[in-house]
């Protein structure tokens, strides 16, 4: 068995949406992650990508994206780039993809990568996602990959489109998946199992 056929058996137990998992099949996730851990690129764990930030493990990415539920066509902002994958896969969702981070060296890696990957749909930017990005809002979807408060979710939120979602780590002394949904004027939101991300930080870096 593959390394990536086994990757995805595991996440079979947990993860019931076949596009999620089709989707993870066909992300190459060694691309996305540096030469010196590429071995472990199959591996159900987060894997370090320099200047202090990690890949997510692709359960978690994979639990993100049931929860998101990225329709083809839909319009999506991810909040911290890092190595580029989880974007990666919400575009192979069929998702138009406005991922930013605030480390420039990450993003460019990420650019290389998803060319790299031919993946299409995502659009790169560099900068502060803290307050979203809202010269591309509304949107149905919002993807947070860093642990974020609850001022700063409330803010993203603020962005979604009628009936859109926000799936995120809510820091809140301890780290819980959070899932935040608007229905008209009311943004209704659901806590989840508890989880580990590396924290959102104010401000662009280096
Ligand atoms: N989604 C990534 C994992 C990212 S780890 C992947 O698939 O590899 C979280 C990322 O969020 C880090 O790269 C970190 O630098 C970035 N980040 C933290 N705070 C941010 C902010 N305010 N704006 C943009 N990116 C931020």
Redesign the pocket.
């Known amino acids: 068995m593959s390394d990536r056929t086994r990757l995805i058996e595991e996440l079979r137990g947990a993860i019931g949406d076949e596009r999620v998992l089709a989707a993870i099949a066909a992300v190459p996730r060694d691309v996305?992650v540096p030469e010196p851990v590429r071995a472990h690129a199959w591996d159900n764990t987060a894997l370090a990508?320099g200047?202090g930030?990690?890949?997510?493990q692709p359960l978690v990415?994979a639990r993100m994206a049931e929860l998101l539920d990225v329709q083809p066509g839909e319009r999506v902002l991810?909040?911290?780039?890092?190595?580029?994958?989880?974007?990666a896969v919400l575009a192979a969702l069929g998702a138009r993809v406005w991922s930013?981070?605030?480390?420039p060296e990450?993003s460019e890696t990420a650019a290389r990568a998803l060319a790299a990957a031919g993946v299409e749909g995502v659009e790169l930017l560099v900068?502060?996602?803290?307050d979203g990005l809202p010269q591309h809002a509304p949107y149905d979807g919002i993807n947070v990959?860093?642990a974020a408060p609850e001022d700063a979710l409330a803010g993203l939120a603020a962005q979604l489109a009628e009936g859109g979602r926000l799936v995120a780590p809510l820091a809140d002394g301890e780290q819980r998946l959070m899932i935040a949904w608007r229905e008209g004027r009311h943004v209704h939101r659901r806590l989840l199992e508890a989880v580990r991300?590396?924290?959102?930080?104010?401000?662009t870096?280096g």
């Open positions: 996305f990508i200047s930030q990690t890949i997510s990415v991810d909040v911290g780039t890092g190595s580029g994958y989880h974007a930013v981070e605030r480390y990450l900068g502060d996602g803290w990959a860093a991300f590396v924290p959102l930080v104010r401000g870096a």
